[in-house]
């Protein structure tokens, strides 16, 4: 199941959901050779944060925040989620606890 809008602008994560969007996988190497269709049969795991909705409400009512902002680069798993596409441009909505690992470089 998937949703399709006219602008990602107008999607905002509510509580624990975080909204990502894949990094393209690479389709040539450092050394300018071109990778065959099959060898990005895999989605990769990277991607970066849009947006994040304000946090889940904990155990004693105090909301919980998200663990990551708008413009990190995220791990994330190859499953789960729920799509969104605009136009041809396809995001993922995600709980903060799917998200795998923060990459900072």
């Known amino acids: 199941m998937s949703l399709s809008v006219k602008s990602i602008k107008s999607l905002a994560p509510l509580l624990d959901r975080v909204l990502v969007q894949r990094v393209k996988a690479v389709e040539k190497t450092a050394s300018g050779l071109y990778l065959p269709s099959a060898a ?16 889940a409400p904990g155990k004693d009512g105090s909301i919980v925040p998200v663990s990551v902002k708008e413009g990190d680069r995220v791990v994330i798993p190859g499953f789960g989620g729920f799509a969104v596409k605009v136009g041809e441009e396809e995001y993922t909505v995600y709980r903060d606890s799917e998200i795998i690992a923060k990459i900072s470089e």
């Open 40 to 55: 990005n049969a895999a989605p990769p795991p990277e991607a970066l944060v849009l947006a994040v909705g304000p946090g």
